[in-house]
């Protein structure tokens, strides 16, 4: 396995002067989306957000217009996060592509009108759909999901899954049915946050709700097996399971705008923007479902961890994961 070195060591992220921050950086506000006709409907309301009514003990993620905006806001980030690629396995030509928990379809949607040649097909993690009708002829989705048995008719030549954490419940057998339903000489990778693993270097990070916040948000993953601090395992799950020419990029990303550099107040910026929908996203079923609290109760810890988000007095860092690996040819 080859892991690459950070980019920026999180040691050498330094924070600007509060006084100076251009306003430039400030808070973004959520990206358009085209919601899907479809009558594939199958949706609860709960706490003022709107929920998948399939399996709803799996996926506690909403799926409501606001997460559609959070989800485009996040490709946005993550095409900073790999400087406008997509991907970053070596591929050639793959003719046949599949992306894990497609969400609103975006990243298909890009990868299919790159890659003219490749039939794309999107699995919504969601088990809903909220994908566009309109899109590129060499791409669809299909509403399934991908923790349950794969009946591909044929393999792929390239797998490719992003913000599946806290979603999968056994992660080396997700990464197992990957290696089996890529063709030899194929390539699988995952984009992932390391979801609940947020530190700063200085200290500040210490004490704070947001602290408090991943605490609860990892002891509700625990409690239905569906692990919120699992992605700094997939590289070793990839190599064990059979994958060869495994590499690891590890990229720290701060919360806001108080790092100092232009790229990293433009990551830092937009990642604060997912982050400010995101506390509730991922915050709120949890702990009203999972950790039974009352609604009240969640909501206050949610709304002061968007404070937190906010404050750049706070320097916040999370990682971002990219690990993709190589299928063995045939021997």
Not at 118 to 138: C, H, M, R
Not at 181 to 201: C, H, I, K, M, R
Request: hydrophobic content about 35%; charged content about 25%.
């Amino acid at each position: 396995m080859t892991t690459i070195p950070v980019e920026n060591d999180p040691q050498l992220l330094e924070a600007d002067d509060v006084s100076e921050i251009d306003s430039t950086y400030a808070s973004t506000e959520g990206s358009d989306t085209t919601s899907l006709g479809s009558s594939v409907f199958n949706y609860v309301y709960e706490n003022g957000r709107r929920y998948t009514n399939f399996r709803s003990e799996k996926y506690m993620l909403p799926n409501d217009e606001t997460e559609q905006d959070r989800l485009d806001m996040a490709h946005h980030l993550w095409n900073l996060i790999l400087k406008g690629d997509l991907y970053e396995a070596p591929l050639d030509r793959p003719q046949r592509v599949l992306d894990l928990g497609t969400g609103t379809g975006i990243w298909a949607i890009d990868f299919g009108d790159m890659h003219q040649e490749s039939e794309v097909i999107g699995t919504g993690k969601y088990l809903s759909a909220i994908q566009p009708s309109w899109v590129p002829p060499n791409v669809r989705f299909e509403v399934d999901d991908f923790e349950e048995e794969w009946t591909f008719s044929k393999p792929f030549d390239y797998i490719h899954g992003r913000y599946l954490i806290g979603s999968v419940s056994d992660w080396k057998g997700l990464i197992q049915k990957s290696f089996d339903n890529t063709t030899p000489g194929g390539y699988v990778e995952f984009q992932e946050a390391d979801l609940v693993g947020a530190f700063s270097d200085d200290g500040t990070y210490t004490g704070t709700t947001l602290e408090q916040y991943n605490k609860a948000l990892t002891e509700a993953g625990n409690i239905i097996g569906r692990p919120s601090d699992a992605a700094n395992k997939i590289a070793g799950y990839m190599k064990e399971v059979g994958f060869v020419d495994v590499v690891e990029h590890k990229i720290p990303v701060p919360v806001g705008t108080w790092a100092k550099g232009k790229r990293n107040k433009e990551l830092g910026m937009w990642l604060q923007s997912v982050c400010l929908i995101g506390a509730e996203a991922y915050g709120l079923a949890a702990f009203t479902r999972v950790l039974g609290w009352e609604a009240d109760k969640a909501k206050k810890l949610i709304a002061d961890t968007v404070k937190d988000f906010k404050d750049n007095r706070i320097h916040t860092v999370y990682y971002a994961y990219v690990v993709h690996g190589r299928k063995p040819d045939e021997s």
